[in-house]
């Protein structure tokens, strides 16, 4: 299971994700890198068959800049997606003899960042069809995207698009951490990159490590407030 999601705030957007790579047929699950930078102010995450997220890596890095100056983002990312999934789609072979289900070939990529004024979203979803987000405020791909678009519903009184980025960062990775304690296939370490006008910040280990510890922090006041509900 994979989950890659993003979050706007007053001044940018964060996007996270888990890195825990599960192929059933095989029987295997290990951590993996699925979040990337996008140029200086953007970062993109994918989810789905990891052949055609490869192709995509040096193709996405050597053309962040012209993605992010476009006038349309989701146009410019959706031109450089598309030949990728055809390819894929095209030498797909769904049936082997003497072989179980090895998985499709379907990708998702989601993609955040801020430029021309302001902070966006945009999904190209397996059919490479465009989705943008920013105005929602909240979006996640990934098998886990359900249950992690009913955690951002569930958070949304927190009103995270009034507040700063570094409110962000704990929303995302307060949905991640429960998505890992409640989904074996979601796991760390995590990976978060908060995004302003003035650039991308990935955060390092230790960042990550202080973050959760505001999570807590976050959990722990919410408990306080509860236990004075009938006071």
Known sequence: MTVVLAIVCNDGVVIGSDSQITESDRGLS???QKLHPLGPCAAWGG????????????????SAT???????????LQERVLPILKKHYGNYIPDVP???????????LLAAGYSQGGPWIVE??????????????????????P??????????????????????VVGVLRVLEALSQTSPSVGGPFSVAAIREEGAHH?????????????QRWRDLEQESLDRLFD
């Open 30 to 32: 290990f951590p993996a």
């Open 47 to 62: 989810s789905g068959a990891r052949g055609v997220l490869n192709d995509l890596r040096p193709i996405l890095e050597d």
């Open 66 to 76: 012209a993605i992010l100056e476009s006038p349309d983002i989701g146009d410019e």
């Open 98 to 108: 003497g072989e179980g289900s090895g998985g499709g070939v379907s990708a998702y």
């Open 124 to 145: 190209i979803n397996p059919n490479g069809l465009i989705g943008r987000y920013e105005d929602v405020g909240f979006h996640a791909i990934g098998s886990g995207a």
């Open 147 to 168: 249950m992690a678009q009913q955690a951002g519903a569930l958070l949304s009184h927190f009103r995270m698009t009034e507040r700063p980025v570094e409110y962000g």
């Open 203 to 215: 955060l390092d280990e230790k960042e990550i490590a202080k973050a959760l510890k505001d999570v």
